[in-house]
């Protein structure tokens, strides 16, 4: 019994070390970031072959990953937002499966060199008859050196 507590002290101790870390970095970021142009992807649906059973924050630079994640619903009075993948990538956030009906909405996005943070904010309804995977997918400008890229992904 007594290593058990002390093993799970331990891993308690180790995650909070690691999120601490991932908070000095968010706040080095943050300082002198810069507000830059992103374009909101309309008129897409989270393939239902994907397993959404957890948070996914997904950064896309390429048609071929978008389309594993993603189809295209045209509608109505409006396309699917086109995305010109030599000058664009693709930050996209899939929260699990639910059967509430929830809006996830981009924010901001910020850059700082080669930090991204983009934030958003999700809004939850009422239990529903139906589930959905509720999602949001934003395009930014492709950066020079993209393996160098840091992002941050914010819920407020």
Known sequence: MRKLTLILTLGALVMLCCQCTTSKHLREAQKGAKAVPYEVLDNYYVRNDIDCTSLQRLIIDNERDFNEYFGAAALMGGMPTDINWKRQYVIAVLLPQTNRPTMVTPMEVKQNGNSVIFKYSVN???????????????????PENPEELQIFFVEK
């Open 124 to 142: 939850r309804g009422n239990k529903s008859s139906y589930t959905l995977v509720p999602f949001t997918a934003i395009a930014l400008n492709r």
